[in-house]
């Protein structure tokens, strides 16, 4: 019976926890500041009640959440001795944070779909894009994963663990978990698969579908400002999207033979700090209805030169 896990983190560094303590706090902080940010101005200021703004209230709150599944324990054990999570609370621990991810490729798939109805069929934007259909995209996104999630977890959890209860990451990410299970993990390792599959290439797919189709209309509007304007409008989601798929692909898509637990560990902080912490700074810095507004709620006149010079 394993009562609780060791999160080694970065105990192999003593050194530089405190320096790691630092910049990670930094980075939560601004990153909660940001997306609570966004949320703020897109529900204070009417103009952006519409269905981008909304998914984009989602996505924010939703990478709030992803964060916070994981840093707040990592800045604990970076200050406390004590480094120990309680079998439960790890196994809480990577439900929410598959939940969580799940969720985000989703949604990140319903922004994508709401950019192919505005450019591809604008007259039928406002019909196709009601209240209803946003509220049921969202919810999709949000309750998909709960179920394989859950179950995958249950499955990691059930398994027979070695003596050792030590986790050689700052969380419990399934790699590092199942790397303790003594027993056959080929069950597991399907059932990742099958995850990815579903919550991750098919929201991917559809993403990289809905791009096509943009494309081909974005190229058959005649005036190059015409086109300029129609891209403007969704290339903070495409970048988005680059960050969150490129960022877990550092370590997911890696051949096995070249995974190493402690590389992982590092390469890891990619995909679970930079598309929170980031996100918020695309849509800030590159839509200008969001810089407006921020103006706004800052007092800061719309034309301020600092918001002008961003």
């Avoid at 409008?233 to 877990?248: D, E, I, M």
Wanted: aromatic share 12%.
């Amino acid at each position: 019976m394993v009562n609780n896990f060791l999160l080694l983190g970065f105990s192999n560094l003593p050194d530089l926890e405190a320096m790691f303590f630092t910049v990670f706090l930094t980075i939560y902080l601004l990153t909660l500041t940001g997306n609570s940010l966004i949320i703020i101005v897109t529900l204070i200021d009417q103009t952006l009640h519409n269905p981008m703004y909304f998914f984009l209230r989602n996505l924010s709150f939703l990478e709030i959440c992803y964060i916070s599944v994981t840093i707040p324990k990592m800045l604990e054990n970076l200050l406390s001795e004590d480094k120990t999570i309680s079998f439960l609370g790890c196994a809480f621990q990577m439900s929410i944070f598959l939940i969580t991810g799940a969720a985000e490729c989703c949604i990140l798939a319903a922004m994508a779909y709401d950019r192919y109805v505005a450019i591809c069929q604008p007259l039928h934007y406002t019909l196709i894009m009601s209240s209803k259909v946003c509220y049921e995209l969202v919810a999709t996104s949000w309750l998909t994963g709960v179920p394989v999630q859950l179950g995958q977890t249950f499955l990691v959890f059930t398994s027979y663990f070695c003596d050792s209860n030590e986790i050689n990451h700052f969380f419990c990410d399934i790699p590092a978990v199942v790397n303790l299970i003594c027993e056959d993990i080929s069950i597991n390792e399907l059932v990742a698969q099958v995850e990815v599959a579903l919550l991750a290439v098919i929201p991917f797919a559809l993403i990289l579908m809905s791009y096509i189709c943009i494309g081909s209309t974005i190229l058959k509007i005649p005036s190059v400002e015409g086109r300029y304007k129609a891209f403007s409008t969704c290339s903070s989601h495409l970048l988005v999207v680059v960050v969150f798929y490129g960022s877990g692909m550092t370590v997911y898509s890696k051949p096995k033979s070249s995974h190493s637990l402690d590389m992982d560990k590092f390469l890891s902080l990619f995909y679970t700090v930079l598309p929170p912490f980031i996100n918020p700074l695309i849509y800030s810095l590159r839509n200008k209805e969001v810089k407006l507004a921020l103006g706004k709620v800052l007092l800061l006149h719309p034309s301020s030169t600092i918001l002008q010079s961003l």
